[in-house]
């Protein structure tokens, strides 16, 4: 359970129920995450978990069940991730090493320039409208997470009183995403760094400059 | 042919043959456009192509090569449909009309917000070597379209000398990918548009002040 979102299980489920569906979701999220969702089978799923497939639907009635269940797994990982660096988020350095992390942590972990999410939510955008809802969600929780950071930034002067944190997210969040793609399809960390060092330049712009620091200017 | 990027015909297909093709192809590309590539089956093609199995088998030995095709049919679709527009550029304002175009003509057609490259990069780089190091070519090819008009606006004075088009390119590339992802997962054009705004004031904060408006500012 420590590992999964908040989520109604059917109130009969025993510990060791539990235990097995939230196997079974950990396992299709891999494999998804590896090799995309509709080239998943619930076969493989089964296979890959040493169960039954009439145990795979006592927990799941067919596959967009599961896939319901795999966003919400990725949510809740996305969100154990990026809050407790974003919740700390109160200067542009600190923004600076939430940047790092995201450049440097799949290297250091071996991982594909893959997004969890945006890998989902392009995939499944087109032809599942609840999925693409659900990570509409995840993506308005995530920006949602960032603005907060940059709200703090604001009310304490350090950006300028007119910036919109929420759209300042949106375009941080998009520049991830873009970078991600443009990284895990060249093979290079590259595009992600240069993407989001546009974004935090982007964020920059709004750092409000002190009335000393301008007329020093003319100094 | 008008409708397909350069490649090697079998030397003995015939003009009508080549026109089957060319339509199956079509045909895919819009398919898994719409659907995704694993959720797309060669059975599906050949039944909206309204050809027998062994037909597109006598052109396309495997769905591998039908994909190698779906890939080079967009990459020359992507470049008649940017390059004119890309080989213009030669200050801020044309890239501001590229800009409006990428925001409104999906809307104008009724079009998700889905790039059809990035959209095959996504599912296939993942999976498919070959398939992921043609769509790496793509990409380079639009940064280098990009980067050609970036590199005169610098040459004539109007970028920085300093400035990287390549560099300047990667990033707007990335920001454009991102947008139509969360435009399309949010069914909203606004993070395309916020994520190519962040992408051009990126560009222009590389314009060259003239030494007279520093002085003015002084006044």
Chains 1, 2 share one sequence.
């Not at 494999?31 to 497939?53: E, H």
């Not at 520049?175 to 399809?185: D, F, M, R, V």
Request: neutral net charge; aromatic residues 4%; glycine residues 6%.
């Amino acid at each position: 359970m420590a590992d999964r979102g908040p989520r109604k299980d059917p109130p009969r489920l025993t510990a060791r129920g539990a235990a097995t569906r939230d196997r079974i979701v950990a396992t299709a999220s891999d494999l998804m995450f590896r090799q995309g969702v509709a080239a998943t089978t619930l076969d493989q799923v089964v296979d890959a978990c040493g169960i039954s497939k009439s145990q795979l639907y006592h927990y799941f009635p067919d596959k967009e069940a599961l896939i319901a269940e795999v966003i919400a797994m990725r949510k809740h990982r996305m969100v154990s991730a990026h809050k407790p660096q974003l919740d700390q988020v109160r200067s542009m350095r600190d923004l600076e090493r939430w940047r790092d992390w995201l450049v440097t942590s799949r290297r250091e972990r071996g991982e594909p320039y893959r997004c969890p999410i945006g890998s989902l939510a392009n995939e499944l955008s087109c032809r599942h409208d609840d999925a693409r809802r659900s990570l509409a969600a995840v993506f308005d929780t995530w920006q949602g997470l960032l603005a907060d950071g940059l709200a703090r930034m604001r009310d304490s002067g350090e950006l300028d009183p007119g910036t919109d944190p929420r759209e300042l997210a949106v375009a941080v969040i998009a520049a991830l995403q873009g970078g991600y793609l443009l990284a895990e399809t060249m093979q290079d960390e590259r595009p992600l760094a240069v993407a989001l060092d546009m974004a935090l330049d982007h964020v920059k712009a709004h750092v409000r400059i002190p009335v000393a620091d301008l007329t020093q200017s003319d100094t």
